[in-house]
């Protein structure tokens, strides 16, 4: 098993796929070619499913950093003898500037080792494990470098060093003086013929590293354009964000893992390389701050496009859904693998994928809402999810199919939010009368009603807005307890929850509405760990063990206090997160609250856009009445 702390990791990306990489050097997790590919390099997950270390031996010190503005990696290994930087990168497509950032990907990992004073030894082991492990194919040498044939997955190792060769492991030691350099390639791809195997020259190596540089770069010049508190924060959150999105449809993973756990030793272990319809506002709205528009544009629609075919003839929505839109995420169990730090069991696939949830109803239209300046904006040249760029030109006009599932979100909405559901934790205990799903229909009415004019339906209005009302009453009534003194996680229930919070960044009632503040309060008073991190909840969810610490809602606390018109509360609260940003500016899911390590799938989009939307709602705090000033930034 690794032991590794999950904080020990940076991720490389292409767009496509991502790579976590250890401090020492050690590529601990790859998915080949896509995120949700099973594993040629999981030791993450179990020391059987293989690795590929680059490392200066005898190193005294290692410290580590990304190309500025880019997600290329450079660690310094200082020995002894000398000083060694090693460069690691996922290419992204060749010539790849601006918004073309990995569209044509060559699935090709790039490791450079460059001594820059003295003399340094090195050492390498490559150790490919297909299938999560399951397979270990013999290795053949070719001039220049081995090849991995005959399963789903080929690999060829280019390098330009003597390899010893043992069975389905390559390992080699080597020395470097001052100025001199040795580059390492992996390409995957389907099959591969030994005898024609692409092996790649140092030189060749070396311009792929500098264009993947290049690429960045440019997307970074063009799209971060944040400059306020925190900004390089914000800024690398943004990359962050850019490198958990696969490029071919726009979808933003949850994180570039499965089965990190959110606990040690615990069972809360769950695949989130898959994107959920909850996410969306949240997402939308941060890569806006974060990244730009356009970002937000194709991820909108991805989201979309994901959902539209979903909507049963029960009324249910699916909650989430594969990269390329897969709608089947089965879950099941590698019983091979250990897991992290013997944390099993290792699952691929989510069963949450079936589950009912009211609120994403709600964060759906909320994301149409917040994108319909842009939708239905001709200059924009966006007229619709499921309208192709040759209608751009035309006169905004949603198609038939986009109208009526944003209609039949409302509807279901307005019909269905007196049930039962799994809420936005996708608790596996009984369904519930959750307060954040009810509140998320409210959402979902009250954006729908601001759309009325441009989605053709001005008759519905009055029939939603008495709904909506409906729906509010409940919640102050039935949601509110006087013993507790704040609003619960479900009706009847006494136990807080942090999703609460979002009443007043979703505009239920105003930042200094006396029961929200109360609210707040509650939240930084019992659900606060000793760090001031805050927990979900802590009341029986249908699961054994406890967990972490979770970011995202201590982001949120952030947010609703500068929503709340105090803006010194908030900046404490987001300034007790930083402390657990790694040393490359990442972020998981959860802290454990007695030993301060990072827990759950890495790298976290949702505690990174937490991060950046706080960032904002404390940059805006005072420049506007605290009772409406929002969260959304300006494209």
């Not at 001199?180 to 190596?205: C, K, M, N, Y």
């Not at 730009?292 to 909507?311: H, K, M, Q, R, W």
């Not at 109208?403 to 596996?428: M, N």
Request: aromatic share 8%.
């Amino acid at each position: 098993m690794s032991s590794k702390p999950i904080g020990d990791y940076a991720v490389l990306s292409d767009r496509h796929s991502a790579a976590l990489m250890s401090r020492d050097g050690s590529v601990d997790w790859l998915c080949f070619p896509h995120f949700d590919s099973p594993s040629v390099f999981g030791r993450l997950l179990g020391e059987q499913a293989g690795h590929w270390s680059l490392r200066a031996a005898g190193a005294t010190s290692i410290t580590r950093r990304y190309v500025e503005r880019t997600m290329v990696l450079e660690t310094t290994y200082t020995t002894p003898g000398g000083t060694a930087v090693v460069v690691d990168a996922l290419a992204v497509g060749k010539g790849n500037r601006g918004h073309d950032l990995g569209r044509d990907a060559p699935h090709l990992v790039l490791r450079q080792a460059t001594c820059s004073h003295g003399e340094v030894e090195l050492e390498m082991e490559y150790l490919p494990r297909t299938d999560y492990g399951l397979n270990a194919p013999p290795l053949t040498p070719v001039d220049g470098g081995v090849v991995m044939a005959g399963t789903d997955h080929a690999l060829v190792l280019s390098g330009a060093v003597p390899l010893s060769i043992d069975g389905s492991s390559a390992t080699a030691r080597f020395r470097l003086a001052e100025g001199e350099r040795a580059e390492f390639a992996l390409d995957h791809a389907a099959t591969v013929d030994p005898g024609s195997a692409p092996i790649r020259t140092g030189a060749q190596i070396t311009a792929w590293l500098d264009d993947t540089v290049a690429a960045w770069k440019s997307w970074s010049a063009l799209h971060q354009g944040y400059d306020g508190p925190w900004r390089d924060l914000v800024q690398h959150s943004g990359r962050v964000l850019q490198a958990l999105s696969f490029q071919p449809t726009g979808a933003i993973c949850a994180a570039a893992t499965t089965s990190l756990p959110e606990t040690v030793g615990g069972e809360r272990n769950w695949d989130y390389r898959y994107t959920w319809v909850r996410d969306a506002s949240f997402t939308i709205e941060a890569l806006w701050v974060a990244a730009c528009p356009d970002e937000a544009n194709v991820f909108f629609d991805y989201i979309t496009a994901s959902a539209t075919g979903s909507l049963k003839k029960s009324g249910d929505l699916q909650i989430m859904f594969g990269i390329t839109s897969e709608s089947d995420l089965t879950e099941r169990v590698l019983t091979h693998l250990p897991g992290w730090r013997n944390s099993a069991p290792v699952r691929v696939g989510n069963a949450a994928w079936n589950q009912r949830q009211l609120d994403v109803y709600g964060e759906l239209l909320s994301a149409v809402e917040r994108m319909s300046d842009r939708l239905f904006d001709p200059v924009a040249r966006r007229v619709g999810p499921l309208s192709g760029p040759a209608e751009w030109d035309n006169a905004p006009q949603l198609s038939d199919a986009t109208h009526s599932f944003l209609v039949a979100l409302a509807d279901t909405a307005a019909q269905r939010w007196q049930e039962k559901d799994s809420g936005i934790w996708e608790v596996r205990g009984p369904p519930r009368h959750f307060v954040y799903s009810k509140l998320m229909c409210w959402v979902a009415l009250e954006r729908a009603t601001a759309l009325a004019g441009v989605l053709g339906v001005p008759e519905r209005v009055d029939s939603w807005a008495k709904t909506k009302d409906q729906i509010a009453d409940a919640i102050i009534s039935q949601g509110w307890s006087e013993r507790i003194g704040a609003f619960t996680q479900s009706f009847g229930s006494e136990d807080l929850d942090a999703s609460n919070l979002m009443m007043p960044l979703v505009g239920f009632l105003p930042a200094n509405d006396q029961r929200v503040v109360a609210t707040i309060e509650a939240t930084e008073d019992h659900l606060t760990d000793a760090g001031g991190l805050v927990q979900r909840y802590r009341a029986a969810d249908g699961l054994v063990g406890g967990e972490g610490a979770f970011l995202l809602c201590t982001f949120w606390l952030a947010q609703a206090l500068a929503l709340a018109g105090q803006p010194e509360r908030a900046r404490q609260v987001f300034e007790r997160t930083l402390p657990f940003v790694n040393d490359v500016g990442l972020l998981s899911e959860e802290v454990d609250s007695t030993t301060g390590e990072l827990l759950g799938n890495y790298p976290q989009a949702l505690s990174h856009i937490g991060l950046v939307n706080a960032a904002w709602a404390i940059s805006g705090a005072g420049k506007s009445d605290p009772a409406t000033h929002g969260t959304r930034p300006s494209p």
